[in-house]
């Protein structure tokens, strides 16, 4: 049974055009993350939620935005998409916040732009 | 600042023999480590963790991993891979400054028949 789930898993877009991915957990955990991983590399933090608080990330670009209305849903809001955020965004969860609890997994997204 | 290095970027491996992928770690103090696997089109899944005590750890779909501390190393192993392990593995360190994990840039496996 599906745990965390990503839609839609893929995804094209056109260039500066507005686009949401979705994420959705069964777990009731009370952490949600964000990843942008691009081809042949790690995952790169883009923000978290600890239940509503919002964690961004120093670097993620202004561009890239989160809502998280209740537990269970979390979406990725990329207001003006470039070239260069075509990649892979993965959603993971965790009961608690602070990294040493595991972290599962969606099975990704993957962002093409145009 | 705690990091962790994947020094092989592809390993070839045929099926039935055995896997060692390496992962060398940056950090003073003992340090909390993970392995995760990403098969093709799929999302990251934990396969083992290191906090303390024993050295060898045992995880998921028979794979194991050693901490060595004399190394700075946490290498991942199997006796004998299946066509399934072909993935991309990624070592993991839980950074103590901002409690986030940080991630290797990966090792990708690919089983030849």
């Known amino acids: 049974d599906a745990m965390v789930i990503q839609n839609p898993r893929y995804q094209v877009t056109q260039f500066g055009k507005p686009v949401t991915l979705s994420c959705s957990q069964t777990l009731n955990h009370n952490v949600m993350y964000w990843y942008q991983q691009k081809s042949s590399q790690a995952p790169k933090l883009l923000f978290h939620y600890y239940d509503k608080d919002f964690n961004n990330e120093a670097d993620t670009p202004d561009n890239f935005q989160s809502r998280r209305p209740n537990t269970s849903f979390c979406f990725l809001d990329i207001r003006s998409p470039g070239l260069g955020d075509a990649a892979m965004y993965l959603c993971?969860?965790?009961?608690?916040?602070?990294?040493?609890?595991?972290?599962?997994f969606g099975p990704g997204t993957r962002l093409t732009v145009t | 600042a705690q990091s962790v290095t994947q020094p092989d970027i592809h390993i070839t491996v045929s099926e039935g023999a055995s896997l060692e992928l390496r992962c060398n770690y940056s950090?003073?103090?003992?340090?909390?480590l993970f392995w995760y696997v990403q098969s093709p089109g799929q999302g990251l899944q934990l396969l083992l963790k290191?906090?303390?005590?024993?050295?060898l750890v045992q995880g998921i779909k028979g794979f194991e991993a050693e901490f060595k501390r004399s190394q700075s190393s946490f290498n991942l192993r199997k006796p004998s891979v299946h066509w399934s392990d072909a993935a991309e593995y990624f070592c993991a360190i839980y950074r103590t400054n901002d409690y986030k994990l940080s991630f290797g840039a990966g090792t990708t496996v690919t089983v030849r028949a």
């Open positions: 950090y003073g103090a003992t340090p909390y």
């Open positions: 290191y906090f303390s005590g024993d050295t």
């Open positions: 993971a969860t965790s009961r608690a916040a602070g990294g040493l609890d595991e972290q599962y």
